[in-house]
């Protein structure tokens, strides 16, 4: 068997698992507004950040093995992390579209603030976690100093700095999609104005609107933008694509399952085809299409609980497990026996996760 058909075949045992163990095991706080959310989109976010894990999980073995991040990975194994971190992109942009069309009134700074809560204290976290790998492994000398310094400074920044030839792939260089997050972030307020039609004067809100034109027009890649734009369409077309999946179930069937192979097999990382393809299966599942209910599934909605956690820190797993502790060993074509690393991984990654969540993530999110 190819590379591809062992990977796919060990991720879907592993997601499997994840979700019935996630399911009994891990117990997550009451939320008050969990009727209100859609748990297919919870189920999604779950599937993702395991696929990412897999996708990390190839790259390393190119980088260990063949010498190159990625090295002779394929358009699925590509996929696994491109289609991931699209439809983490279009998610994101649709619920917080549908936020500013709800509410014609919105506190802009209580809205940065609590952003500034859910995704900095756990970032802040893995960063110190990196730092003391960095400083139990690699000598750290007085003339470091300024090198430090600019990588505190850059990795804060979300930007990914190698200090002491290391850091670049700790976290699997995660950090660059959280430029793209914020920027959106940063632009919301105008995005408001012009759907209520009324000019904000919250200083928040001005200042958030300068961060965007500096971070979109000089420090960021606008082919990304595409995919936080098409969750547009995505809102407005909501009540025919609810009629389809009302009147139409069997043909709504028949369309995702072949798209769904199609995208992952036969599209182009962030291709024009890839992004309109996407848009259309997302706005399926943002409105209700669950794949039989699989989406539905409580061990995956738990998981979607983590999976900002899980991305963030299954790269360091990667990292420790085969870089630190040297668990494989490389260079010699032995990829059956690596794949049999994946549930470990699996473990390791959501068991840090659910720590880092119940850990950190929770209770400075309840912080007033």
Request: net charge positive; charged share 10%.
């Amino acid at each position: 068997m190819t590379h591809t058909i062992i990977l796919l075949i060990a991720t879907l045992i592993c997601i499997t698992l994840a979700a019935v163990a996630c399911k009994y095991l891990f117990r997550q706080p009451e939320n008050p507004h969990a009727d209100a959310r859609s748990h297919q989109l919870d189920g999604l976010r779950g599937m993702l950040a395991c696929a990412v894990i897999s996708h990390h999980f190839y790259y390393t073995y190119g980088w260990r093995e063949l010498g190159g991040w990625g090295k002779n990975g394929t358009l699925m194994i590509v996929n696994l992390g491109a289609i991931s971190v699209s439809l983490f992109f279009l998610m994101s942009a649709y619920l917080h579209l549908l936020k500013i069309c709800r509410s014609p009134e919105i506190n802009w700074l209580e809205f940065y603030i609590a952003r500034i809560k859910r995704i900095y204290p756990l970032y802040i976290a893995v960063f110190l976690l990196v730092l003391a790998i960095v400083f139990l492994t690699k000598p750290v000398h007085i003339q470091d100093t300024t090198a430090f310094l600019n990588f505190t400074i850059k990795w804060l920044l979300f930007q990914n700095v190698n200090f002491q030839n290391i850091t670049h792939l700790m976290i699997a260089g995660v950090q660059w999609t959280l430029v793209y997050e914020w920027a959106v972030y940063a632009i919301l307020p105008l995005i408001h104005m012009i759907y209520h039609r009324k000019i904000h004067f919250q200083a928040a809100a001005w200042i958030a609107i300068g961060l965007a034109y500096w971070v979109i027009g000089y420090h960021s890649d606008l082919q990304y933008y595409w995919l936080f734009i098409l969750a547009i369409p995505v809102l407005i077309l909501a009540k025919p694509i609810q009629g389809c999946l009302k009147h139409y179930p069997v043909i709504v069937h028949i369309i995702m399952l072949p798209l769904t192979y199609y995208l992952f097999f036969k599209t182009i990382s962030y291709s024009w085809e890839q992004r309109i393809l996407l848009a259309i299966w997302f706005a399926f599942v943002a409105h209700g299409y669950s794949f039989a209910n699989l989406l539905n599934h409580k061990g995956l909605v738990k998981l979607g609980d983590l999976s900002y956690a899980i991305y963030l820190v299954h790269g360091l797993v990667l990292f420790m497990w085969f870089g630190v502790l040297e668990m494989f060993i490389f260079k010699k074509g032995n990829f059956v026996g690596y794949v049999w690393h994946l549930p470990v991984i699996y473990v390791m990654s959501i068991t840090l996760a659910y720590l880092g969540n119940q850990f950190v993530e929770i209770p400075f999110a309840r912080k007033k």
